[in-house]
């Protein structure tokens, strides 16, 4: 933390951010049905000062999409907040990524140049692994970062030759800085709320249904996922704002939620005029 201040929040926004939070605890605690997921507080364009009132509020995991956001805030911020990149990944944002002491997580992923870049670059002075979860374009959208994903009618040639396993393999086996802890999707917004599940979230199931069965072939390669009950496992990043709690019913380990605590987003490019 450096001797920047970080201004007083209003008692409103204050009281505002405080019954927000609590709302969502509850809702996942609910959806979660006596699992202990993470929420990862979407913080992109909300100012520090909200940040630090969630932080008072026990709120310590926080996903930023953009680096040089990332980089301000974290400087400004305490050194146990546990940061998220969770923006598009771009390889020549490796190494200023991989600097931030207390960067966490990058939860986007997807190939092997900038896999290199952030084991590169971590500094020697970092005592942990950097937590990296493959981005997978449930979806198929163009619009949308992300490896195809694998399913588990895949033939083994298709599967050994598919570019999400390459970056996974790649990670295992010439990344010893990293940690291969999941897998990420966005997916597609679902209109309805009704007993109509979300296609991409059972999608990334698959996913990683064949994706630890490949790894775990490999017998040398151990910084990937996390032991639970005997068997090692690789973590779900799916769900937001409006689908998080179908995400969790869907067995999500991580859901990421911006707008349901901090209130909608105004776009950059509306306040300012041509940057
Ligand atoms: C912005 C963003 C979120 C949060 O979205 P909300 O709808 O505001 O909850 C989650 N994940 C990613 C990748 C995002 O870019």
């Not at 609910?30 to 969630?54: E, F, H, N, Q, W």
């Not at 599967?159 to 990420?184: D, F, K, W, Y």
Request: net charge neutral; proline share 4%.
């Amino acid at each position: 933390m450096s001797s920047v201040t970080v201004p007083k929040l209003s008692s409103e926004r204050t009281s505002e951010l405080a019954d927000s939070l609590t709302k969502i605890r509850t809702r996942i605690a609910k959806a979660a049905d006596g699992r202990t997921p993470t929420l990862v507080a979407v913080s992109k364009y909300k100012p520090a000062s909200d940040i630090l009132a969630c932080y008072d509020l026990g709120q310590r995991d926080f996903g930023e999409n953009y680096v040089q956001e990332l980089v301000d805030k974290a400087r400004q911020l305490p050194d146990d907040i546990r940061w998220h990149f969770i923006g598009t990944l771009q390889s020549n944002k490796a190494k200023v990524l991989a600097s931030i002491p207390n960067i966490h997580t990058i939860q986007t992923l997807s190939s092997v140049k900038a896999a290199d870049g952030l084991n590169k670059h971590i500094p020697s002075t970092r005592t942990v692994p950097l937590n990296v979860l493959l981005q997978v374009n449930t979806s198929g959208e163009d619009a949308k970062s992300g490896r195809e994903p694998l399913r588990l009618s895949d033939s083994p040639s298709s599967i050994a030759s598919s570019e999400l396993v390459a970056v996974a393999q790649h990670i295992v086996t010439a990344c010893p800085r990293l940690h291969l802890h999941g897998l990420m999707t966005i997916g597609a917004l679902v209109e309805s709320l009704s007993g109509d599940e979300n296609r991409d979230f059972e999608v990334l199931k698959e996913t990683r249904e064949v994706l630890e069965r490949v790894l775990s072939e490999d017998k040398e390669a151990t910084n990937w996922g996390e032991e639970v009950e005997g068997k090692k496992r690789l973590v779900l990043s799916m769900g937001m704002s409006s689908d998080f709690e179908s995400a969790l019913r869907a067995g999500a380990d991580i859901v990421r939620v911006g707008t349901g605590i901090f209130g909608s987003r105004q776009l950059k490019g509306d306040t300012t005029p041509s940057t």
